[in-house]
């Protein structure tokens, strides 16, 4: 079976079934031998639709990261304002991080570095896409207007990247998943007007109740 042979709803579906396996234990601990036992299919099967892992992880990467952007507008698409929209993407990240081994992003700086141009390229779209949510959210009145967005946007990256080397600087019933939302929530409380907390207290105790549940 070839690349060609797949339609391109299988393929896609392929792709999405490879992500979580790839992301339990980091690209460079995850064999093509166990990605293909993982789906049930023979190496050589997996080997005829990718060229190598190269190929592979590149394929998957880039489908996640549509995906996601997909996900991310439709947040906000369906959100009455921005901070609530931000909330839910918080959320959504915080359920991503939680499937997702810290190893995994630190194989992406290391073993697989040759990849991080276009990996990078995803990030500065990211950005972009940011600042005019943020512009957006000062206009409603829930984001502060006196902040300034490339140097906390900035800290907030150099932040995220410390996650990658959690087993050196967290305690080991620290998760990635917590971490990420503790250093999350902290930023969007830093930009938030009283009207933005207001609403990130009314999800947060919506949240807790849905937790109960």
Request: proline share 4%.
């Amino acid at each position: 079976m070839e690349r060609s042979d797949l339609t391109s709803k299988q393929y896609a579906s392929l792709l999405e079934a490879i992500f979580p396996i790839i992301g339990e234990r980091g690209p460079s601990h995850t064999s093509m031998d166990h990605v293909a036992s993982k789906l049930g299919m023979s190496k050589r099967t997996l080997y005829e639709i990718f060229e190598n892992k190269d190929d592979m992880l590149k394929e998957v990467l880039a489908h996640h990261h549509d995906l996601h952007e997909k996900e991310m507008a439709k947040l906000f698409e369906n959100s009455p304002n921005v901070m609530v929209g931000l909330y839910k993407s918080m959320l959504y990240q915080q359920q991503f991080f939680s499937k997702i081994n810290p190893v995994f992003f630190r194989d992406m700086d290391e073993r697989f570095k040759h990849i991080r141009p276009e990996y990078d390229k995803n990030n500065d779209k990211g950005y972009h896409a940011m600042a005019k949510v943020i512009r957006t959210g000062v206009e409603q009145g829930v984001l502060r207007p006196d902040f300034d967005f490339r140097l906390q946007f900035t800290l907030l990256k150099v932040q995220m990247e410390s996650l990658k080397r959690m087993e050196e600087y967290f305690p080991p019933d620290v998760t990635l998943s917590q971490a990420y939302s503790a250093i999350s929530e902290g930023f969007l409380r830093s930009i938030a007007t009283s009207k933005g907390l207001e609403i990130i207290e009314s999800m947060e105790l919506s949240k807790q109740d849905t937790d109960k549940i």
